[in-house]
């Protein structure tokens, strides 16, 4: 079973303390240190991901390289055909009991392909490289990179600044009434400081290799298209993607935006999650790895 958290006390704790000690102040605290000064070319950086290991994951004991490889080789097996991108229902993407926690208004605006959907994309190719790189954030846990702890690097992200959702793993444990923020009245409440439908770039999530990469990203000269980058950002993002005891969690914090790209993050879920394999394979297409890195990312990323 994918995301088994009931027979795993590692995973619980680190879940545990992420909950504690993620709070709005200390978030907005770690962003106001972050330089983004430093150059890296990505293949420097990426062997770096041999050294972690994602404790928060039950799926997998590898480091997140290979995870990357498997994401990548997933997405190009499962999604193209010679480079074109296949004719993927959005209904498929979606459980059953997912697809009918929708709004009639999402699931008529749904009911087609993802390349129809998103017509204005006419290069798919990208998706591939999100899938190698998605999770390079994770080098946070590294000395050299600040050295934080996994429940500031790692693990299912969600907003802070407001009540905390039943759509959250480990919600019935009741960890989050540890954290400062819910004894604070102007965060505990369903929107908390935000505005009904403000949109999850106007909130403030929690600190996360997410957050750390697609930042690095949008401060960076890159040809990675805005989709890429928010596949980036919100790809831990489960409770809202991939919801929990049939509450689709934040949906009143969610804009048009986010509407209209819940399918690409359920795409992206799709590889990222059933990707995660024990056997060691030896079969993925580094050549076109290679290719796609120098396409979107030649140059220098700041982090």
């Known amino acids: 079973m994918l995301r088994d958290y009931e027979t795993n006390n590692i995973v619980e704790l680190l879940?545990?303390?992420?909950?504690?000690?993620?709070?709005?102040?200390?978030?907005?605290?770690?962003?106001s240190k972050l330089k983004f000064d430093k150059k890296y070319k990505i293949k420097d950086i990426f062997p770096l991901l041999?050294?972690?290991i994602d404790s928060s994951d039950p799926d997998t004991s590898h480091s997140q390289i290979y995870h990357g490889?498997?994401?990548?080789?997933?997405?190009?097996?499962?999604?193209?055909?010679?480079?074109?991108?296949?004719?993927?229902?959005?209904?498929?993407?979606?459980s059953?009991?997912?697809?009918?926690?929708?709004?009639?208004?999402?699931?008529?605006?749904?009911?087609?392909?993802?390349?129809?959907?998103?017509?204005?994309?006419?290069?798919w190719d990208w998706l591939i490289l999100i899938g190698l790189i998605h999770d390079l954030g994770k080098v946070l846990v590294l000395n050299e990179f600040g050295g934080y702890n996994e429940w500031f690097s790692v693990g299912?992200?969600?907003?802070?600044?407001?009540?905390?959702?039943k759509s959250n793993i480990y919600y019935e444990k009741k960890y989050h009434e540890l954290c400062i923020d819910y004894d604070n009245k102007k965060y505990n409440s369903q929107l908390g400081i935000y505005k009904k439908k403000c949109g999850f770039n106007n909130v403030e999530m929690t600190f996360s290799h997410d957050y750390?990469?697609?930042?690095?990203?949008?401060k960076s000269n890159t040809n990675l298209p805005e989709q890429a980058i928010y596949i980036i950002q919100y790809h831990s993002f489960y409770a809202w993607h991939t919801p929990k005891n049939n509450i689709r969690g934040y949906d009143y914090l969610a804009s048009e935006l986010d509407w209209k790209y819940l399918p690409l993050?359920?795409?992206f879920q799709k590889a990222d999650l059933y990707s995660k394999?024990?056997?060691?394979?030896?079969?993925?297409?580094?050549?076109?790895?290679?290719?796609?890195?120098?396409?979107?990312?030649?140059?220098?990323?700041?982090l």
């Open 212 to 218: 750390y990469l697609a930042e690095s990203f949008k």
């Open 265 to 267: 993050l359920k795409l």
């Open 156 to 165: 299912d992200i969600y907003p802070l600044g407001c009540s905390f959702s």
């Open 15 to 31: 879940y545990k303390n992420m909950y504690k000690n993620q709070n709005y102040i200390k978030k907005k605290n770690i962003v």
């Open 69 to 94: 490889y498997q994401t990548a080789q997933a997405i190009y097996n499962n999604y193209f055909k010679n480079l074109e991108l296949k004719d993927i229902y959005i209904k498929d993407l979606f």
């Open 50 to 52: 041999n050294k972690v």
């Open 96 to 123: 059953n009991e997912d697809w009918f926690l929708l709004d009639h208004v999402y699931r008529t605006m749904y009911n087609t392909t993802i390349k129809e959907f998103y017509n204005e994309i006419k290069e």
């Open 277 to 302: 394999k024990d056997e060691i394979e030896q079969d993925f297409n580094y050549e076109l790895f290679d290719k796609l890195l120098n396409k979107y990312i030649p140059n220098y990323v700041l």
